[in-house]
């Protein structure tokens, strides 16, 4: 396949459609021909896949002392699914995270947290990472949402005409693909590797992180799509797994036909930096003694830069 420079832009994963926006990001599409029921297991090295459940149309995490973390486009619904239990939220409990103050950025972000009714869940306690990923660095993220379809897409696009036009072709050769999503929603994991950290915007501000879906890198290689909104990363740090990010959107290119339910190559997938959001989640779960201990182990908190908008070309 031919690569070439490409441009994306960020659709915001809102619940409601309307104006400019997508609808919310499904499991996360892998680059492997035939998919199936790849991956929707946890990993042999997992980092945390029984705590991802479903809420409403997406994800949530549950970090631990009946406390779930997610996207402030997913909130609440009726409570968090964890292998299959409904935990009800408890009423009152509701939490929207800010961006403490940021200079010239939305006082509240695309983070929500609330507790559950019954927080007796036997699940274990998820650390939230105190350093971002490196650009470079591989996350796991696990995401609930559409599945791909069978077999890879493959489009001719004509990038000189404003919007692009995208024609669908059985041709390999043509000069982009990817991954069509049906309705059917599961849990799948994935990995990526950073590759920008700054701030970006979904009618919020959000310090983030970046993934491109770049093809031929391995049939683990993921991407966002519309379900996985509130969905995990994790990043191993010295040996152990932390909760990286939050799934909050999905980068397409111009006019791409589907939006967020396919996958193209050179989208991107956009999380919200923990470790920037980290001291407001110590804040909210306040544990007892021994337990904030281990959230507030050492680790700087780094300030956000602006998104860096790069080109790939080959």
Known sequence: MRLRA??????V??????????????????DLVNAGSANMSAPSDDPGWGNVGAIGVGGGVYIGYGWVLTANHVGSGDGITLGGVKYP??????H??????AAGKSSVTDLYMFRIANPSVSLPFIHVASTAPANGETVTMIGRGRLQQANPTFWDINDSSNPWIWT????????EAGFKADGAKEMRWGTNAIDNRGWFNVGVDVLGLGATFDPYVSTNEAQVVNGDSGGAVFVKQAGAWNLAGIIIAQGLLPN???GTSTAAFYNTSFFADLSYYRPQIVAIVVPEPAAMTQLIAAGGIS??????RRRRAG
Do not use: D, K
């Open 6 to 11: 490409l441009w994306r832009w960020i659709a």
């Open 13 to 30: 994963l809102a619940l409601a459609c309307a104006g400019p926006f997508a609808c919310p990001v499904g499991a996360v599409v892998i």
């Open 89 to 94: 939220m408890l009423s009152g409990t509701g």
């Open 96 to 101: 929207r995270l800010t961006n403490a103050g």
């Open 168 to 175: 669908e072709t059985t041709a390999e050769l043509a000069n």
């Open 256 to 258: 791409q036909p589907g």
């Open 303 to 308: 300030l956000g830069v602006w998104w860096c």
